[in-house]
């Protein structure tokens, strides 16, 4: 059973353009979300992160909202760049849990 | 700075040999560990992960097992590799979770299983 979905398989953004990645867990024990950025033949690298205690973080181009309702997260990417071209996976956690369950992953093309 | 050191980055076994991937990680001390899969165009399975020396957590009942002799490796085998058991095989780490302390997870760079 999928607890973290990303239903969108890929996305196509204009260069300079934001960037929305989508993604929507089941398990409404999960406190803590993290968006990860993926090259082929390579392991995923942390990008940003965001506790259940708060709906928004940005660090630079990247922004993490939350919205535990919905039981929804969504990563901004503003501006876009063709480096940012990539899988990008979703993953959460439960509160003193040690399980990261990831989505699917969505690949990103950013056109020059 | 920690680092994770995965190998080999490549490997083509046959069905029926015998898998084993090591893992260390440099930097930390009891960490948690993890294995994972990715198989062809699929997402981030969880295989199993470790909170310490000697235990493991098994999430997904299948041909694998890990084991943790040491503090900072985590080592994947398998007595008799299976066609599906092919895929990019991921070792993470993670800081050891007390109470509500949050940490990402970190990477290592994988390993490509070929089963032919």
């Known amino acids: 059973d999928q607890q973290v979905k990303q239903n969108s398989p890929s996305l196509s953004v204009q260069e300079g353009r934001i960037s929305i990645l989508n993604c929507d867990y089941t398990n409404s024990m999960f406190d803590y979300f993290l968006w990860y950025k993926k090259y082929p033949a390579e392991g995923p690298t942390f990008l940003i992160s965001?506790?259940?205690?708060?709906d928004k973080n940005e660090d630079g181009r990247f922004t993490v909202f939350l919205n535990k309702s919905a039981k929804h997260l969504s990563l901004h990417i503003v501006p876009s760049q063709p480096g940012d071209s990539a899988v990008y996976f979703c993953a959460a956690t439960p509160r003193d849990g040690n399980q990261f369950y990831f989505g699917t992953g969505t690949s990103l093309t950013v056109i020059p | 700075s920690q680092t994770i050191h995965q190998w080999p980055a490549t490997l083509v076994q046959p069905v029926g040999s015998p898998l084993s991937l090591e893992c260390t990680v440099e930097g930390t001390s009891n960490p948690n560990l993890y294995w994972y899969r990715q198989a062809a165009g699929r997402g981030l399975q969880l295989l199993f992960y470790?909170?310490?020396?000697?235990?493991i957590s098994s999430e997904v009942p299948q041909n694998l097992s890990a084991s943790r002799p040491q503090d900072r490796q985590f080592i994947l085998s398998s007595k008799k590799l299976l066609l599906s058991d092919s895929g990019f095989y991921l070792c993470a780490w993670s800081v050891f979770h007390l109470g509500a302390i949050n940490s990402p997870l970190h990477f290592g760079n994988g390993t490509r299983l070929t089963v032919t």
């Open positions: 470790s909170v310490g020396i000697g235990q």
């Open positions: 965001i506790s259940s205690i708060k």
